[in-house]
T-cell receptor, first 114, second 112 residues
Framework: DAGVTQSPTHLIKTRGQQVTLRCSPK?????VSWYQQALGQGPQFIFQ???????QRGNFPDRFSGHQFPNYSSELNVNALLLGDSALYLC?????????????FGQGTRLTVV | GIQVEQSPPDLILQEGANSTLRCNFS?????LQWFHQNPWGQLINLFY???GTKQNGRLSATTVATERYSLLYISSSQTTDSGVYFC??????????????FGTGTRLQVTL
């Protein structure tokens, strides 16, 4: 049984470009949450998707957007990349909207903006 | 928003030593979890512990929700315990969404 799968694992982009990160949740999970982890800091909540809707959003600008597909997989899009967007982006999947004990994290996508 | 603070920020131990990591949070929460992040960035869930005490091998955790803190105990540390330990609190919003707020982390290095 595959866990949470994120792609790509590493990515280098230029300032001003756009990027799409992908997440496939653990089998049986229907909720996906995205987190940004800057170097040396704890992960920061970006948003959560459940039933193909954005249910809650953290303190991130509109340049960060997402989508959840009927098969529960999710995409995170970042427009007009800034150097400060360089970070490890983590996806967590869970059942319903509740993070709870059944939450699993993917290995992350390391984004470098140059 | 809720504040989650961890101490100490850095810890160096010799193999075999014991340690206690602390997590303080500023508001009531629905749940609390402890994670270990390995050098490759993978977050591994160690404990889901909204209250009480749990043990898993050499690790144990205690949460006192009324006093808004949690402790993670590592006994007989091994080099494989090295990495960053995060506590994260969950707050359920209006019954239809939730999020984890992570602490600042404790970076642990276990040496031979």
């Amino acid at each position: 049984d595959a866990g949470v799968t994120q792609s790509p694992t590493h990515l280098i982009k230029t300032r001003g470009q756009q990027v799409t990160l992908r997440c496939s949740p653990k089998s049986g999970h229907d909720t996906v949450s995205w987190y940004q982890q800057a170097l040396g800091q704890g992960p920061q909540f970006i948003f959560q998707y459940y039933e193909e809707e954005e249910r809650q959003r953290g303190n991130f600008p509109d340049r960060f957007s997402g989508h959840q597909f009927p098969n529960y997989s999710s995409e995170l899009n970042v427009n007009a990349l800034l150097l400060g967007d360089s970070a490890l982006y983590l996806c967590a999947s869970s059942l319903y909207f509740f993070v709870g004990p059944e939450a699993f994290f993917g290995q992350g996508t390391r984004l470098t903006v140059v | 928003g809720i504040q989650v603070e961890q101490s100490p920020p850095d810890l160096i131990l010799q193999e075999g030593a014991n340690s206690t990591l602390r997590c303080n949070f500023s508001d009531s929460v629905n749940n609390l979890q402890w994670f270990h992040q390995n050098p490759w960035g993978q977050l591994i869930n160690l404990f889901y512990i909204p209250s009480g005490t749990k043990q898993n091998g050499r690790l144990s955790a205690t949460t006192v929700a009324t006093e808004r803190y949690s402790l993670l105990y590592i006994s007989s540390s091994q080099t494989t315990d090295s990495g960053v330990y995060f506590c994260a609190v969950e707050q359920i919003n209006t019954g239809t969404a939730s999020k984890l707020t992570f602490g600042t982390g404790t970076r642990l290095q276990v040496t031979l």
